[in-house]
């Protein structure tokens, strides 16, 4: 059992007398690592554990989509422009929703949790029909829609519940969810035949969504209950205000941004296309290719959460931010050989995808979250529209300029923020 105040922030475990009357303390680990120790419902409460579950199923399609994209352009006779512009639609929808959404999600968490996959369900649907750009567009539109009522309804129930000591990882456990659905979707397209058209293997990869319908009720059931509604905003908690004008939202906001342009970039444009009209690899080697930045985000996702508990997540994401844009070289500009192994190392930086969220959770009070996470995701989702809708507009004749730029703003971002990590220590040293 743990204690809850408010908004559902613990305080610890609870403790309780023991048989002998001395007073002992309930789920803790027994092995403690370096002098890190966590309680199980610290890490992973009921709530946390369905919303994990709700993206796992939610995402299965937003991973084999990518591999799909070189068919899907060859069967609709799609030119570069327009195919990324149908990639880049998801991420366009979810950056016009994100602000409204965050107002919305204020007072209507609920309502966003039931909502999301019932507009994903339908996004699915028109994408997976048959139709022409128009319709394409639309089904992608809509699929960003619903992701985004998904995606920021869990992280707004998370950061609003489950804030504490143990922050980054439930962050973290949240982003595992949807990086295993991610490579359970890659997965999936590659081990379907390749006689399927690509729509009907992308429809068959979204069943999984079913799974996040069955398990709402019971979502629904374990979201502690609302306690009102709370102005919109107010002025900044104080130990952001006693900083003197040190918050490092702008930063953070920058470094999410930045991240999304890189992953979308790679994810859903250069690394697909490129492994097929330069490497001529068919759809299952595409898929192959994928996998490895997804197997090595998996493996790195928990171990870096927990890093972030004990060290700081503000003092991690430079470090993430420096080792993103080496990849982002050596994906952009290597041969095969050099394209997997910058694929792996883009795998262990986007496992600190959820990073600048813990630092923004630190510079924001838990009642206004929701509508600030909104704005953070602006950013966010602005990055996952225009990096394939970029590399579309420039074509694969000028592929190479945009992973040479974000090669160069996230190194810059990521000293920035070293730089400030290094003051920040030397004032708590001499202050």
């Known amino acids: 059992m743990r204690r809850t105040h408010g908004r559902g922030v613990t305080d610890g475990p609870e403790l309780r007398p023991g048989s002998n009357g001395e007073r002992e303390e309930e789920h803790v680990l027994v092995p403690r690592a370096n002098g890190l120790s966590f309680t199980i419902k610290g890490l992973v409460t009921s709530l946390t554990a369905l919303l994990c579950l709700t993206t796992f199923s939610n995402i299965f399609s937003g991973g084999a989509f990518p591999a799909v994209l070189p068919d899907m352009a060859r069967s609709a006779a799609l030119a570069d422009w327009q195919l990324g512009l149908v990639a880049g639609a998801f991420g366009f929808a979810r950056m016009i929703a994100d602000v409204p959404l965050g107002l919305f999600l204020t007072h209507h968490l609920r309502r966003a949790l039931w909502l999301g996959p019932l507009v994903l369900a339908i996004g699915s649907l028109c994408l997976t029909s048959g139709g022409g750009f128009p319709i394409l567009v639309l089904g992608r539109l809509l699929m960003g829609l619903g992701q985004a009522l998904s995606m920021m309804a869990g992280l707004t129930a998370i950061l609003r519940f489950q804030s504490g000591k143990s922050l980054a990882s439930a962050l973290n456990a949240y982003e595992l969810s949807a990086m295993i659905g991610m490579l359970g979707g890659v997965i999936m397209i590659g081990a379907l035949p390749s006689r399927l058209s690509w729509n009907t293997a992308l429809l068959l990869t979204c069943a999984p ?47 999410g941004g930045l991240v999304a342009l890189a992953y979308s970039t790679m994810e859903q444009f250069l690394i697909p296309l490129r492994a097929s009209r330069e490497f001529g690899l068919e759809r299952t080697g595409v898929a192959r290719l994928l996998m490895v930045q997804q197997l090595f985000d998996i493996a790195a996702l928990l171990p870096i959460g927990f890093l972030a508990d004990r060290r700081g997540a503000a003092r991690v994401l430079p470090l993430i931010l420096l080792v993103m844009a080496a990849a982002n070289a050596l994906v952009g500009f290597g041969s095969l050989p050099v394209v997997v192994v910058g694929c792996a190392l883009f795998g262990l930086s986007m496992a600190g995808w959820m990073l600048p969220l813990g630092v923004l959770r630190q510079e924001t009070a838990s009642e206004h979250i929701a509508w600030r996470t909104g704005l953070y995701r602006v950013c966010v989702d602005a990055g996952i529209f225009l990096g394939p809708f970029l590399s579309g507009v420039l074509g694969m004749r000028h592929a190479g300029f945009l992973p040479a730029f974000w090669t160069a703003a996230l190194a810059i971002t990521g000293l920035l923020l070293l730089a400030r990590a290094r003051r920040s220590s030397t004032m708590a040293v001499h202050g």
Do not use: C
Not at 230 to 252: M, W
């Open 209 to 255: 969504q079913l799974i996040g319908v069955l398990v709402l009720p019971k979502l629904l059931s374990a979201l502690p209950a609302h306690d009102g509604p709370q102005p919109l905003f107010a002025p900044a908690p104080h130990h952001e205000a006693a900083r003197g004008g040190s918050s490092l939202v702008p930063l953070v906001f920058a470094a």
